[in-house]
């Protein structure tokens, strides 16, 4: 029974420590908007039943684009085409 005690801790501890790193990779290899984009972006109002979505009020004569943020870029890059 002590032996099995031991096998979980190790294998709990090793997948926290995976978990973490992983974690830290996401955060670190996320792609980040640039000043300008964040600047447009902060002008921008907030969607009404999205938590992060961003609206840009456009011409209603011409078609709208949506855009669909990508696994690893903030939302935000998206404001300079967007805008």
């Known amino acids: ?7 979980v801790l190790w294998v709990v501890s090793i997948l926290l ?17 640039t000043p ?11 969607a009404d039943n999205a938590d992060n979505a961003l ?11 949506i855009f669909y943020q990508g696994a690893l870029v903030d939302n935000a890059s998206y404001s300079i085409w967007a805008s």
Request: aromatic share 8%.
């Open 1 to 7: 029974m002590k032996k099995l005690k031991k096998i």
């Open 17 to 33: 420590v995976l978990l973490a790193a992983g974690f830290v990779y996401i955060k670190s290899s996320t792609y980040h908007p």
């Open 36 to 46: 300008q984009a964040s600047n447009i972006a902060s002008q921008a109002e907030k």
């Open 55 to 65: 609206v840009f009020k456009g011409n209603p004569d011409k078609p709208s684009i």
